[in-house]
Structure formats: C-alpha cells, structure tokens
T-cell receptor, first 116, second 116 residues
Framework: AQKVTQAQTEISVVEKEDVTLDCVYE???????LFWYKQPPSGELVFLIR??????QNEISGRYSWNFQKSTSSFNFTITASQVVDSAVYFC?????????????FGDGTTLTVKP | DTEVTQTPKHLVMGMTNKKSLKCEQH?????MYWYKQKAKKPPELMFV???????INESVPSRFSPECPNSSLLNLHLHALQPEDSALYLC???????????????FGPGTRLTVL
C-alpha cells in the first residue's frame, strides 16, 4: 500500500524567508513516481515537478528546489526567498509504476501563507 | 493550447435536479480524470478514462455518471445528489495513463458544486 505524509498542516512565513515543505512516503514498489502540486486559492492544481525512483538528483527551478532522498523516503520542497504569490496549498503525491493507470496517492497538503 | 477548461465554475443544485459538469482539453491527451475535493482535503480520484473508455471507477455512487463523448470532452452527469456531495470537482488530462512516459496531469480550475 502506498502512503504520503505531509506532517506540516500549515506554515506561515514572512516574505523573503526560505521555507521547506516536508513529504515522506511509503511504498513497496521499487519503481515509483513522486510529484508536487500547487493549489492556489483559485482552485486549480498546478503541476510543479515529477521525479522517478531511479533519479535521486536534486532539482532546482528558479526559487524552487527539491531534495529527494530514498534512504529516508523523503521528497522535500524548498522555496527560497518566498513571495506572497507562493501562498497556496501544496500537495505531494506518489504513484506506483505497477498501477499503470494514472492513480496517485496524495498527501493531505500543506497550507503555506506568505505574509508581506 | 495547454489548458483544461471546466464549466460551469459554480453550480448550485437541489437534490432532485439533474445537471452536468463539462471538461474540455485540446492538447491531444488520451487520458482524462475526474476528482472530487472536499475543503482542506486532497483530491480523491473518481474516474479515469483512457482512449475514451472508462478504465477506473473508484467505487463512485451511481448518482455520478461519467461520459467521454470524444477524446477532447469529458462530462460528469449528476442526478439525485446529496448535500455531502458538495465539493470542488476537478477534471484533469494527461498524455496517457501510463507512468512510463513524461505524463503529468494538467488540471482544470474545477467546478464548485453546492447541493442543497
């Protein structure tokens, strides 16, 4: 069975602070995919990143960076120099390769509030 | 066009009404999804269509009836809903359902449904 835990329910920071959103996952598969999505107040889920289990390279995209560590089953997301527009709910999700049907297990989400 | 559109944005209906939610994409995607999202919860998968055929029904009550008339359109027909069905209904599409491709899901903005 697959499971995703986002232990931080809500985080509040002041603009320009760095913030890390934690994601811990459980799976018995050796091949799986991890995702991060952003859901702003408008409601639309925005895809941020996908990582497969064989690619442990960290990734940086502008102010966003992701740290994937199989040893601790974690896929953490860091926003550097946060901005008010980063305020949203962030979901981490896991898909096992053997499902082959586009099914993802989502964490409960972390609500990030960035104050000016 | 990298957009998934959904209509209507908001819908209020009584328990005896029949209504439909619509979703459209023109990205050539052959997998389409319906999700239900309650407030402060992650999205829950309801249905998956692959090449216009229903491939997954996550034990959704029959008062929700999906339809995929062609590769660009996905409908969700609603009949005799209950107040607890009030939620944000999200549509998504992806190139395929297989996870072996770069296959992230693109989400629409959702329809916020209220059942009175």
């Amino acid at each position: 069975a697959q499971k995703v835990t986002q232990a931080q329910t809500e985080i509040s920071v002041v603009e320009k602070e760095d913030v890390t959103l934690d994601c811990v996952y459980e799976t018995r598969d050796t091949t799986y995919y991890l995702f991060w999505y952003k859901q702003p107040p408008s409601g639309e889920l925005v895809f941020l990143i996908r990582r497969n289990s064989f690619d442990e390279q960290n990734e940086i995209s502008g102010r966003y960076s992701w740290n994937f560590q199989k040893s601790t089953s974690s896929f953490n997301f860091t926003i550097t120099a946060s901005q008010v527009v980063d305020s949203a709910v962030y979901f981490c999700a896991l898909s096992e390769a053997n499902t082959n049907a586009g099914k993802s297990t989502f964490g409960d989400g972390t609500t990030l509030t960035v104050k000016p | 066009d990298t957009e998934v559109t959904q209509t209507p944005k908001h819908l209020v209906m009584g328990m005896t009404n029949k209504k439909s939610l619509k979703c459209e994409q023109h990205m050539g995607h052959r997998a389409m999804y319906w999700y239900k999202q309650k407030a402060k919860k992650p999205p829950e998968l309801m249905f998956v269509y692959s090449y216009e055929k229903l491939s997954i029904n996550e034990s959704v009550p029959s008062r929700f009836s999906p339809e995929c008339p062609n590769s660009s359109l996905l409908n969700l027909h609603l009949h005799a809903l209950q107040p607890e069905d009030s939620a944000l209904y999200l549509c998504a599409s992806s190139l395929r359902t297989s996870l072996l491709l770069d296959n992230e899901q693109f989400f629409g903005p959702g329809t916020r449904l209220t059942v009175l």
